[in-house]
DNA sequence: CCCGGGCAAACTGTTGACAGACTGCACTTG
DNA sequence: CAAGTGCAGTCTGTCAACAGTTTGCCCGGG
């Protein structure tokens, strides 16, 4: 189950964090469940109006977003959810395969007992969801056991450039990733990585970590091709604008 | 020598950049080359007064650098320029050993005969420098000879993540990078990542680029150790402010 | 002499308003 | 009928102003 995240109270979040980093938060949350789709335009007004704030925390929150790579912006146009290629996501996926099995050769050798133990009980965890067939459940913990790698592995840095890879990842298209026949396939991989740690052996690890991403770029290839799905999206280099020029009736 | 890079007309720019990405351009660059230095605090109104535009876009630019890494903000209190701890150097050093082994290791059999040229005159220009006892000119051209590993070989994510690193790294300390024996040294090892690329062997290019980018960090290490230079700067989670309270005298 | 309350200043966070740019439709013209 | 021009509307880029908070100094008390 995910935990009910309680966190800092209401009240000290107001104290310690920004309208626009609550409004970057919440906008980044938006693209990633796809309610703002890839190539959606980003209407300032319409967004500060729907958020209940001025245009100026939404505007520092699209910069920042900017900067992150889920947007792009156009001078006197606006900004848009970025979109990207196949080919860019087949790259991202080269991208994750190098830092993930970067993380994978240092944690050989150097994980803890404590971080064994948590990769296992997650091993675990997702074999659990694969027999109930529970793909969220799977989704969750998987995504769980790869931030522990780069955490663990790559450090703070590892895994923020990793998230972010991530995330872009999710512009390319909204679509379950997790199949039942995945799920078998995928967690195997996990188990060999983790006996490659646990053995101490970083090449092996490095590999079985490379391995595993690759497979995750196979896998996706593979339903890509099946789904053609939505098209060469917007271009973000000057979408029309939608509403525009007179509304109502000309007479 | 450096070419003057002509660019866009003045025009052009003022037509395609707004002044907040300008603004963030010239921060960076005033971080980037040590006139904020690290730990410094950014005070908006000063900022803007100087840089002749209003707040609004300096707020934006600052946002965007602190996703970026550069800056770090508190609610109510500023932005400071990020100052990171050694070991965290260290850290950054691994990962773009990572990333530039997998650069290396994706552009060895793949390497076009104008990009193996083009790695080549560098090498090359840096041989000359060397020779030349020139450490600016040594600097610039290894500069672009690690940019072009990371383009052609990890694409433009790459290298942008490569780069943003090695700003963060930047954050660490002012300090000279290049020793006439260091610049003999980190060469021979660009022959060598090189030569195994020209070869066409994925795992010893890998090992090779891994094996500067590791060189480079145990320069580093070594004068660290000699120069402790700057003392452990101002903390960016709580810096008195500075001209607060009473400015003229009181009677 | 040390410590806590109070006051004043500066700065950030946020908002509202204004000017410029771009878009699209309707109309005129060859 | 096709192409060019004018016009209106919306939206972004930028600025100036307001409110809240934090910070530092001053002063009175123990």
New binding site residues.
């Given amino acids: 189950m995910a935990k009910i995240r309680q966190g800092p109270s209401a009240l000290e979040i ?2 310690t ?6 409004v970057g938060q919440e906008l980044e949350a938006m693209i990633l469940d796809g309610r703002l789709p890839a190539g959606e ?6 967004l ?1 109006l729907r958020l ?9 929150a ?1 910069r920042g977003l900017e900067r992150s790579g889920l947007v792009v ?7 848009y959810v970025r979109s990207i290629s196949a080919a860019e996501a087949l790259e991202i996926y080269d991208l994750r395969a190098a830092l993930t099995g970067f993380a994978c050769a240092r944690l050989a050798g150097a994980a803890t007992a404590a971080q064994l133990r948590e990769l296992e009980a997650l091993v675990q965890r997702m074999e659990a969801a694969r027999e109930a067939d529970a793909a969220p459940a799977y989704y969750a913990a998987n995504l769980e056991f790869h931030a522990a790698l780069l955490t663990h592995g790559g450090g703070p840095r590892g895994l923020r450039i990793y998230e972010d890879l991530g995330n872009e990842l999710h512009l390319f298209r909204r679509r379950a990733l997790v199949e039942p026949e995945n799920m078998r396939e995928s967690n195997a991989e996990h188990a060999a990585i983790l006996a490659a740690i646990a053995a101490g052996d970083a090449e092996v690890a490095r590999a079985a970590g490379e391995a595993h991403i690759a497979g995750g770029k196979r896998r996706f290839q593979a339903t890509d091709a099946s789904q053609p799905a939505a098209r060469p999206p917007v271009r973000p280099a ?14």
């Fill in positions: 107001v104290r964090r920004s309208l626009a980093s609550l335009r980003l209407n300032e007004q319409q500060a209940g704030v001025s245009r100026g925390p939404v505007r520092e699209v912006s156009v001078r006197n146009q606006g900004s000057g979408p029309r604008r939608t509403g525009a020029g007179r509304r109502e009736g000309a007479g």
